[in-house]
């Protein structure tokens, strides 16, 4: 769940779990659950499992040990591909039986010695014996169902679930395949292709290995060999001795489970190399830069087979985990891997490796080493109180744990020696990692506490590693590269690897597995708000360039932002959580909300309220940010727009308004609206209007002259430059910039649109203290606007208007007119404001109005300065005759320079666009909002999931 919610996944029931028989008093569906998840993650890390195992069962018994002629008490787990058995005594035994290698399940005869034992023998004839079991005939039945739903080794299926559909054609010759059997490395580990034997391999060094070998093999013969091994301290003992070259490939596979998938999935590596390759991806992109930067001290990484094979494994990876693609210190992980296996088999221990033993590691945020680095420090503060508080002071032990961790140490200790490091960690897990770290930093204590800075403290860490050796090794001498950039005047002694593990082991080896599980689900909380909180820093800063909000404003608006949406990842959403965040994005645009979620931030957010009218422009904003036309709008979208109706100037946010009312943001139906309206008052009679024949043209200003001028002087002096580089540099970046929008670059608007934009005008006054003054003030602008129409329609086709360049006049609007002429514009305008001031409002009678004596708001409209003299009460359209002449003129179109302008003749319009508003309060609101749908909404949802189980 923890990591659901940091992936910002969206919470999914356990399918598998089957439905309670009977209702439970006090007992919650949702933790039944969990307390499922956390059984079946834990067994799961215990005996390395995949993730899709699922723990059916567990119980008490005793298992015979052929190797010690003994019952061990211990429970035995059953799962549906898997029988474990642990002993109650750690490290004592342990065992993994695959139901697919089992021959035969059968209840033998019970005993006073031998109470009712099961039998399980294997294919490769090993028989395990368990005794003392209370229900044996249950547990019997329960494995002979999973054995009868277990396929037959042959019928393994060669694909998962993403690939199943989409084969790759066989060929037989191989011909034309990026993968296949006749590659060297396909059979062979890279350390085979390209070892030579040397004299001095048959000195003591080779005799010592000869003997680990030996020691192995009789290990095998006593204790088993493969998955179905006996895991007991003897197995302990011989992985802290090193394990021999031979076997080393072997043993990896068995200790990290990866022999498991490798068995279960035959043929699927090699499909998706076949898918994988050819493919460009940043994934890819960034595998390719870091090829030649994997041991490229070592032979087999400087040749093209080398580097092919990694090329391979690295990008299928990429493909089949694109949630992780690809981290930088996967390649010198994977290096080390094929060094000791085939392709295949590296492929499976890299997913081994990623996706369980060190679970979220290798991604862009190495979430998973951020932990541990927390859970180093905690060990570090209670191993180590003296040595902790002066490394915090100097910040080492940040630095020192995310390469350390993330490499498993090989990119800071010789090779050999790291290799012995990684033997371990593939058989106890990350626990030793941390009991070597912890030692490192015990046996530099005294250096490390004299240190002054970080420099010098991580000087004394960096050569104590590098002179970490390992006389035993029989593989040639690898150069290190950072014990040939970090040169002392006196070489530091050297320290014996089987020393420094013998020592971890003696000095903190009472680190448990579960102890240290404990301590990272304390530091995932601790993590994910640090993760937030840079994020949130980062967009902060970002933003604070963008837009005028204070960082506490932006701070708060980013807190309503991403909480919903949260809401919207779990609660009435249509889309996925994966479409709604993407980790790969800036954090600008990493968190999205759809239509809905923009709406109801933009009713309790934005300063311009409009009734019911508010919803359509909401939608209108959300049209005109969506610029991708993705339905999402991530918050450096949601913050442009808010920004510029808060603290924009009074063009600016005249713009906004204006581009509110233009394509994409009004929509064809909504423009349409308004001839679908006057169509059911009145005929479809076009008339010219004659009447402005004589009226001044109305000329258009020129926005800020003197900014031209200065732009044609600065050419002046470029000429005058040498045009050097730099000069081209700078053109070329200023090409690059985004060219800034200004007021000529906007479209015409026309009639429609026009009343569409007086319709907002309208709504947005209602509520204001200088409601009448606004009315008034409006209705003359929009006629002066509606007479500017029509002048423009004779200065060109379509209603282009010819621009002129001298100041615009102020237009008297109590000319006296023909009674018939030029009456479209204004019965439309007049039609829109009446039907958006009867919105929000319940309509009175006829009857009722005329007994009130008080001028209505709309009568304010009807008696200023449009041709609307004849309509004498707000609901009078309705019982009018049609009128001739009031439908939409597709000829009329207006500039946004002429409607600033007229917009400026009235003072009481100017002071409401420039008046400065406060979002403060409205944030308050929005959170008081927030805590009362939490409380709310709690009781629905337990019901709901009552009812749902």
């Known amino acids: 769940a923890m990591r659901q919610l940091l992936d910002n996944e969206a919470f999914a029931a356990d399918r598998s779990l089957p439905k309670p028989c009977k209702t439970l008093k006090n007992v919650s569906t949702l933790k039944r659950d969990f307390d499922a998840r956390a059984k079946n993650e834990r067994y799961r890390a215990m005996f390395r499992l995949t993730q899709d195992e699922r723990l059916d069962g ?20 059953i799962s549906n591909n898997y029988i474990c058995f642990s002993s109650r005594e750690e490290d004592l035994c342990q065992l993994i039986i695959p139901l697919r290698e089992v021959s035969i399940v059968e209840k033998a005869d019970s005993s006073s010695v031998l109470p009712c034992p099961v039998s399980i023998s294997t294919k490769n004839k090993m028989t395990f014996l368990f005794a003392n079991l209370k229900d044996r005939e249950f547990l019997v039945q329960r494995i002979s169902d999973f054995l009868q739903r277990t396929p037959d080794s042959s019928w393994f299926d060669t694909s998962p679930p993403s690939l199943i559909g989409s084969s790759v054609p066989s060929d037989s010759t191989h011909k034309g395949r990026h993968y296949h059997s006749g590659l060297p490395t396909a059979s062979q580990s890279l350390l085979q292709l390209f070892h030579q034997n040397s004299p001095e391999d048959l000195g003591p060094k080779a005799m010592k290995e000869k003997m680990k070998e030996e020691a192995w093999n009789i290990h095998f013969s006593e204790f088993g060999r493969g998955v179905c091994m006996y895991r007991t301290s003897r197995t302990r003992e011989l992985v802290l001795n090193g394990i021999p070259e031979c076997l080393r490939g072997e043993l990896w596979l068995l200790f990290s489970g990866a022999q498991n998938e490798l068995a279960t999935h035959p043929g699927y590596y090699g499909d998706l190399v076949e898918q994988a390759m050819g493919m460009c991806s940043l994934a890819t992109d960034e595998i390719e830069r870091d090829l030649h930067r994997s041991m490229p001290e070592h032979r087999a990484f400087q040749n093209e087979t080398g580097i092919a094979a990694l090329r391979r494994v690295l990008t299928a990876y990429a493909h089949r985990n694109p949630g992780i693609g690809y981290c930088q210190a996967m390649n010198i992980v994977t290096s080390v891997l094929l060094l000791y296996c085939t392709e295949e088999q590296a492929f499976w221990l890299l997913v081994a490796l990623c996706e369980r033993m060190l679970p979220d590691y290798y991604n862009t945020r190495v979430v998973g080493a951020l932990v541990d680095q927390g859970v180093f420090e905690d060990l570090t503060r209670s191993s180590l109180p003296q040595l902790y508080e002066h490394m915090q002071e100097l910040g080492v032990i940040s630095t020192i744990s995310l390469s350390w961790f993330l490499t498993l140490f090989l990119s800071v200790m010789p090779f050999d020696s790291a290799v012995l490091l990684v033997d371990c960690f593939f058989y106890e897990g990350i626990k030793v990692i941390f009991q070597v770290a912890l030692t490192v930093l015990l046996d530099n204590m005294d250096a490390l506490l004299s240190s002054s800075d970080e420099g010098e403290a991580m000087t004394v860490l960096g050569r104590y590693l590098d002179n970490v050796v390992n006389k035993q090794t029989v593989a040639p001498p690898i150069p290190h590269l950072h014990a040939v950039l970090t040169s002392g005047d006196e070489p530091p002694p050297e320290i014996d690897i089987f020393d420094l593990i013998k020592s971890s082991y003696e000095k903190f080896g009472s680190l448990s597995s579960d102890v240290i599980e404990q301590m990272r689900f304390k530091q995932r909380l601790k993590v994910i708000q640090s993760l937030e909180d840079t994020a949130k820093r980062s967009v902060v800063r970002a933003m604070m360039t963008e837009s005028a909000f204070s960082i506490e404003e932006l701070e708060e608006l980013y807190c309503l932002f991403k909480s919903k949406h949260m809401t919207s990842c779990y609660w009435g959403s249509s889309s996925s959580a994966a479409e709604r965040h993407d980790p790969s994005l800036p954090y600008l645009e990493q968190y999205r909300i759809d239509p809905v979620q923009f709406s109801q931030l933009f009713s309790a957010l934005a300063p311009w309220v409009c009734g019911g009218h508010t919803t359509t422009l909401s939608s209108r904003l959300f049209r005109l940010l969506d610029q991708n036309q993705d339905q999402l709008v991530n918050f450096k979208e949601f913050i442009t727009g808010l920004s510029g109706m808060y603290h924009g100037d009074m063009t600016e946010k005249l713009k906004l308004l204006y581009k509110l009312h233009l394509p994409p943001a009004l929509s064809p139906q909504e423009a349409e609206s308004a001839l679908e309206a006057t169509h059911f008052f009145t005929e479809d009679e076009p008339g010219e209007s004659s009447f402005l024949s004589d009226l001044d043209t109305f000329q258009q ?90 002048v423009g329609k004779k200065f060109g086709n379509g209603g282009k208007m010819q621009e002129t360049t001298s100041q615009t006049l102020p237009i008297s609007t109590e000319q006296e007119e023909e009674p018939d002429e030029g009456t479209s514009g204004e019965a439309l305008l007049c039609q829109a404001l009446a039907d958006a001031q009867l919105e929000p409002a319940v309509l009175q009678t006829s009857d009722e109005e005329n007994k009130d004596d008080t001028e209505s708001s709309y009568s304010v409209v009807s008696s200023g300065s449009l041709l609307c003299e004849d309509i004498a009460h707000d609901t009078v359209l309705i019982g009018e005759e049609q009128r001739q002449g009031s439908t939409l003129d597709v000829d009329w179109s207006i500039t946004f320079e002429q409607v600033l302008a007229s917009l400026l003749t009235e003072p009481v319009l100017v002071e409401y666009f420039e008046r400065k508003m406060d979002i403060q309060a409205k944030m308050a609101t929005c959170k008081a909002q927030r805590v009362v749908e939490r409380q709310v909404s709690s009781p629905s949802e337990q019901e709901l999931m009552h009812h749902s189980t």
């Not at 010690?68 to 429970?75: D, E, F, L, N």
């Not at 009315?775 to 509606?786: E, W």
């Open 58 to 77: 567990h119980t008490d018994c005793t298992l015979w040990t052929p190797f010690a002629k003994m019952h061990i008490v211990g429970q035995l787990f």
């Open 701 to 790: 200003q020129e926005v800020a002259p003197g900014e031209e001028v200065k732009d044609r002087g600065g050419d002046v002096e470029e000429k005058k430059e040498v045009k050097d580089y730099r000069y081209y540099l700078r053109m070329w970046a200023k090409e690059k910039e985004p060219k800034k929008e200004t007021i000529k670059d906007l479209p015409r608007m026309n009639q429609e649109q026009f009343i569409e934009f007086c319709k907002t005008l309208y709504n947005m006054f209602s509520e204001d203290p200088s409601e009448q003054e606004l009315y008034h003030a409006i209705a003359t602008v929009a006629s002066l606007l509606l007479h500017i129409g029509e």
